[in-house]
């Protein structure tokens, strides 16, 4: 005995029961409430393509909304709650639709709720809560999903008796083998129709397989079929809701296969008839399943509804159960049926329904041109075989109509999947046309389409399998139209005239049953999303407790606040000790590539837009880079350290971009150049030491004069080798070190030991934004956004006049240097703060012609500073603007200034 | 996700490598300015085979030219390329 709950209910169920056999063993007969129209549904099927019974399984983070009722089996207490009612299931209000469905037709929506925005607004609120499914929960899922890999010879998807015995040949063949089933335990249709081959074929074969070395996953879907025979495998370690007994709760499967052996078997379809949709009426295989498979006879009188003989098993099914079987009505004229000890009416289709919320009580028909009814509280029926062909279609196959089945099947394909069993070859059925009131004969149960709805699409011009679908909202949700399209299909075909394989059919997409979120995330999921790069002074940062900041993969400190100071007096504090004194920061994270060999000059001069060659031994400049287009894409600086060897630097966000640029100019374009171009991003540890005092400082440290700015020396610091370069991001005299980075940690102490001797101040991202944007210097992803030229940027004295640069023809088209581009600006506040991120107008209501990339303030003076793109910005110096952020309700008047707020001359650079 | 025979590495899952472009629209240094845009902007998308350009940036980061048919993702060549593979 097994407890769960249904609704707040307790009851109990058998051991291996899904919640679908268990609810009919409690007599539940009403479950769900249907999608548009809210009408009692109960249990249809018996397997993943249940339309009717979804319900909401577990609690907090771990509930799952619209789990299939026959896709959950039932564990010690399990929580299962109805969906899609209010106040509960047996008294919906929203049931009231259903006496409005006729002025609920399909297109409803399109037609009713349009004009103006604020109207539909108010609709929303209304559709989205009177429709859906169930509601997505709002905890994290606290439970784990993994993500495997496979490889195997042969993959058979489906443990029927095709796929058992195809699993078995090739895995006593030699081949590796994995089978796949979607269900708990082996067998599928031999569990409801076992004849020679039983439950002890079924365990025997599935031994053979495992002592062949093969591996069989159950309670696995093949829920996705992609290119070069990959297949993906949705694993259940757990069922819905239940605690995963080691913490994963699903498994994914990408599994490469040599070959796939598709053994899918079919899906039963209903029929289309009046009121079809009833609790008490099912399929008549899965009726089979839950009398033979878990001993559940959930009425006492039968009527059954076919078009084949499979549904005689039915009827002998429940016949030994002990359940009274009333009629069958078979389509097929006499003599079909004749010797099966049944009533059996011939040339009989079902006309309508009766009954209660909770039940079925009769059926009527019309046989042979009369109308005749019964009294019963189950019907089942057969409308024929649909092949599961979704992961045959998603391969890319083709398929074949076959006119007995009236289904269609697997035909070619160009990967190397076949299908066998019951998909290749379905039963021969009767060819039906549905002869009762179309307005109430539901062909999709899930999405509430009735026959009316689709002749009402074809009334409206929707010719297209894929508009019908798109218009009625046939085959959408969680059972993507298994039970329905076929029979939207005939409708269709019916009305164009036409043979149904000529009717097309809309595309198999994947996953050919539902997939939770967590589980594609699997451990990409919460921090794990991207990885982190850690400094390689991460634990001397950390130590002093800083605001960290992302920048690219990377955690830079953003400041190193002193007691209770805020960010933004701890960035000011830091920011005026590099202006008044010295400071010194982490910059290890910027890009940097080792160029060296006789051609290293020659490959810089083609990734750079600058002129390299003429660089003196010992001096290094400010370098950009360019995209083919001409766009400025990255800048650095670059330094001839040695004859032939370079140290390219460029922004650390970019960096795995221009690595990658860097190699593909390299082994694509220049193969035949003599050069060598190493990515030492990570090799080397920065360090930067910026102020009035930082010449002094340096001196102290490596016990020699400091190189003059754009310079660059060897040297040694705290009995560590490292380079200096002498470049200046803040505007103030500054340096910086590189060091491999396992010694970094000794280079860091030495130094911040001589910057605190003499009372200078470590600084984070955000005071050396500031320092940056008073000076006027880019950043990329800032005033470099991919949008500007050189020429925007005031970058084009410095191109390298003999071309021969990526980018020098994109660059030469005459639009990317014309009149009417934005162009870099400095922006000085005349009353205000800038807001960052602003548009730039002339006046309130005018169109913007331009925008602020970056804003701060004077850091000694105060005073609110900006950069940003203007149109024709550089004739504009003097004009006053508007930065105005609507958004944040913020606006500043500015004048338009050059872009460069402190030492214009740059003397604080030099000796 | 396909599979491709990696020159140096052998068969591996394509989540290893990383698409640069085709061969078609590949910009020689030496393009005056309207080849250039046109092998950027003007891209031919046939129906059928086509050398593209990729990366096995996840393994080997050597970079290669696949033959593929773009309907049917048959791969029908892998050739290296780079300084190694010059003639």
Redesign the interface.
């Known amino acids: 005995m097994i407890n769960f709950s249904f609704d707040g209910k307790a009851y109990t169920a058998q051991e291996g029961d899904t919640l679908a056999a268990a609810l009919l063993r409690n007599g539940i007969g009403l479950v769900g409430r249907s999608f548009k129209y809210h009408r009692p549904r109960g249990i249809m099927t018996a397997g993943v393509e249940e339309p009717n019974a979804l319900v909401t399984v577990g609690e907090g983070g771990r509930a799952e909304p619209n789990t299939r009722a026959t896709d959950v089996f039932v564990y010690e207490g399990l929580v299962a709650r109805s969906q899609n009612r209010w106040p509960n299931l047996n008294f919906d209000l929203g049931a009231l639709f259903s006496l409005a469905s006729p002025m609920l037709p399909a297109g409803f929506y399109y037609k009713t709720f349009f004009g103006s925005a604020k109207r539909w607004m108010l609709y929303e609120y209304f559709i989205r809560k009177a429709a859906g499914l169930g509601n997505a929960p709002t905890q994290g899922d606290p439970d784990r999903f993994s993500h495997r890999?496979a490889f195997c010879d042969v993959l058979v998807v489906g443990a029927g008796p095709a796929g058992l015995q195809a699993a078995v040949d090739a895995a006593e063949a030699g081949k590796r083998v994995i089978l796949v089933e979607q269900d708990n335990i082996l067998g599928a249709s031999l569990i409801r129709d076992p004849q020679e081959l039983n439950a002890v074929w079924i365990s025997a074969t599935a031994a053979r397989i495992r002592a062949a070395g093969g591996r069989i996953l159950t309670r696995t879907t093949a829920s996705g079929y992609?290119?070069?025979d990959?297949v993906t495998l949705t694993q259940r370690l757990s069922e819905p809701g239940q605690i995963p007994v080691n913490g994963v709760a699903q498994r994914l499967w990408?599994v490469?296969a040599g070959q796939v052996i598709l053994a899918n078997g079919s899906i039963e379809r209903p029929m289309a008839f009046a009121h079809n949709d009833r609790p008490g009426i099912m399929l008549s295989q899965a009726l089979r399943s839950y009398v033979r498979r878990f001993g559940v006879v959930p009425g006492k009188r039968l009527v059954i509804a076919t078009n084949n003989d499979d549904a005689y098993k039915t009827a002998q099914a429940l016949k030994d159960a002990g359940a009274q079987i009333v009629a069958i009505l078979d389509a097929r004229p006499a003599p079909a049926g004749a010797n099966s000890g049944h009533r059996v009416y011939n040339d009989a289709v079902p006309l309508s329904t009766k009954g209660a919320r909770h039940c079925l009580k009769s059926v009527s028909a019309l046989v042979d041109g009369k109308e005749m009814d019964w009294d019963a509280d189950l019907l089942a029926v057969s409308g024929g075989f649909t092949p599961v062909v979704h992961l045959h279609m998603q391969a890319?196959g083709t398929l074949d109509w076959n006119e007995d089945a009236q289904a269609f099947i697997p035909a070619s394909s160009?990967q190397n999947v076949t299908t066998i069993g019951g998909a290749a070859e379905p039963q021969p059925i009767f060819k039906m046309v549905p002869v009762s009131k179309p307005k109430k004969s539901f062909i999709d149960f899930q999405n509430d389409v009735t026959l009316a709805d689709v002749d009402l699409a074809w009334a409206e011009g929707y010719r297209s399998v894929e508009h019908l679908k798109r218009y009625t909202t046939l085959g959408m949700a969680t059972d993507q139209g298994k039970l329905s399209n076929m029979a939207a299909l005939g409708r269709l075909a019916e009305k164009q005239g036409v043979a149904i394989p000529e009717a097309g059919l809309t595309t198999f997409r994947p996953p050919y049953t539902p997939v939770t979120m967590g589980l594609i995330a699997g451990a990409g999921a919460k921090d794990a999303g991207a990885h982190v790069r850690r400094l390689a002074l991460y634990d001397l940062h950390a130590a002093k407790n800083p605001i960290w900041q992302p920048l690219g993969y990377w955690f830079r400190p953003r400041a190193y606040p002193n007691g209770d100071e805020t960010l933004a007096q701890a960035a000011l504090r830091e920011a005026k000790a590099v202006r008044n004194n010295v400071g010194m920061t982490d910059v290890s994270t910027l890009a940097k590539f080792e160029v060296s060999g006789p051609d290293a000059a020659a490959f810089l001069e083609?990734i750079c837009a600058t002129t390299v060659g003429k660089l003196a031994v010992g001096r290094g400049r400010y370098t950009f880079m360019l995209r083919?287009?001409g766009f400025v894409f990255d800048d650095g600086t670059v330094w001839r350290l040695d004859e032939n060897r370079y140290l390219l630097t460029s922004s650390t966000g970019g960096a795995d971009r221009m690595a990658?640029h860097i190699?593909?100019v390299?082994?694509?374009?220049?193969?035949?150049l003599r050069v060598s171009a190493v990515n030492v991003q990570e090799h080397y540890a920065g360090i930067a030491i910026a102020g009035p005092t930082a010449k002094a400082v340096l001196a102290t440290l490596i016990g020699e004069e400091p190189p003059r700015h754009m310079s660059t020396v060897p040297a040694v610091i705290a009995g560590v080798p490292v380079i200096i370069l002498a470049a200046s991001y803040s505007g103030e005299r500054a340096f910086e070190i590189y060091v491999t980075a396992s010694d970094a940690a000794t280079v860091w102490t030495a130094c911040e030991t001589q910057v605190m001797t003499v009372g200078g101040a470590l600084y984070g991202l955000e005071a050396m934004e500031f320092l940056r944007i008073e000076k006027g210097h880019l950043v990329v992803g800032g005033e470099v956004d991919g949008r500007m030229t050189p020429y925007d940027l005031a970058l084009d004295k410095m191109l390298n006049k003999a071309g021969?640069y990526?980018g020098a023809?994109?660059l030469?088209?005459p639009a990317l240097s014309e009149t009417g581009r934005r162009q870099l600006v400095g922006l000085e506040a005349i009353a205000g703060d800038i807001p960052e991120g602003s548009m730039l107008i002339p006046s309130e209501g005018a169109s913007p012609q331009g925008h602020v990339s970056a804003a701060a303030f004077r850091i000694i003076e105060g005073g609110s500073v900006a950069l940003g793109q203007l149109v024709d910005g550089f004739s504009r110096h003097g004009e006053v603007l508007i930065a105005s952020s609507p958004t944040r309700g913020q606006k500043a008047r500015v004048r338009v200034v050059a872009p460069h707020f402190y030492d214009t001359a740059g003397e604080r650079y030099r000796d | 996700m396909m599979q491709f025979t990696c020159p140096h590495c052998g068969p591996r899952a394509q989540s290893e490598f990383i698409y640069e472009r085709t061969v078609d629209s590949v910009v020689p240094l030496d393009a005056p300015s309207q080849e250039a845009m046109a092998k950027l902007f003007t891209r031919s998308n046939p129906r059928g085979v086509d050398d593209e350009i990729w990366r096995h940036t996840y393994g080997c980061r050597a970079w290669m030219i696949l033959t593929r048919h773009r309907v049917t993702n048959e791969i029908s060549g892998c050739r290296a390329i780079g300084p190694e593979a010059l003639p």
């Open positions: 890999a992609w290119e070069h990959l990408h490469r890319g160009r083609i083919e287009d990658t190699s593909y390299r082994q694509y374009l220049c193969p035949h021969g990526i023809s994109g030469a088209r």
